[in-house]
């Protein structure tokens, strides 16, 4: 019979005493990002904290923890007027966001979009004067078309949608297409 020591474990008689330890492997690691934010962590294997949306929405992804980090994001990136979807029950304006909310159409334009919006739950959010609007479900899911060009924490997807995507994604909705052009957006 191997004892712990010798790195196995291996069936006991009752008169043993349990072993201490057995070597299996210790659990997976979170990396570094996971850890940071416990709140929306998933298993690498289920996408990671940037994938687990796919699976869950809500509270399980978003509380609204990554509206100072969108401020402290829009500070860094002026240029754009940003229109802004944001899942939480702080008024954006209180952290020094100027804004209105997307088009419930695809249009050119630069999007900071929470994943709840983006995988099209109903929900309440704030609009750009600051009044309560109630989102229909899969407003938003639109965005879905596209990959984020940068994401604010794990909640928080940021588009920079151009003239082009916008009308294929009205095509495949069945819109017709948009001649706005897209505004300059700063690097």
């Not at 004067?129 to 924490?153: A, M």
Request: aromatic share 10%; glycine share 8%; net charge positive.
């Amino acid at each position: 019979m191997a004892s712990a020591r010798s790195g196995r474990c291996s069936a006991r008689r009752a008169r043993d005493p349990p072993p201490s330890r057995c070597s299996s492997p210790p659990p997976p690691r979170a990396s570094s990002p996971s850890r940071r934010t416990q709140l929306s962590y998933f298993h690498e294997l289920a996408g990671g904290p940037f994938g687990g949306d796919a699976y869950l929405v809500d509270s399980n992804v978003d509380w609204g923890q990554d509206l100072y980090r969108l401020a402290r994001w829009a500070k860094e990136h002026p240029g754009a007027d940003l229109k802004i979807a944001y899942f939480g029950g702080i008024d954006p304006h209180t952290v020094g966001l100027e804004y209105t909310l997307p088009p419930r159409e695809p249009a050119p334009g630069r999007y900071a979009v929470s994943v709840n919006f983006v995988r099209g739950m109903r929900f309440q959010a704030i609009d750009g004067s600051s009044d309560p609007v109630l989102l229909p479900e899969g407003t938003y899911s639109y965005f879905q078309s596209w990959e984020p060009t940068e994401r604010i924490g794990t909640s928080i997807r940021i588009y920079d949608v151009s003239l082009a995507q916008a009308n294929a994604a009205r095509q495949r909705m069945g819109l017709v297409a948009t001649t706005r052009e897209t505004r300059s957006i700063a690097p």
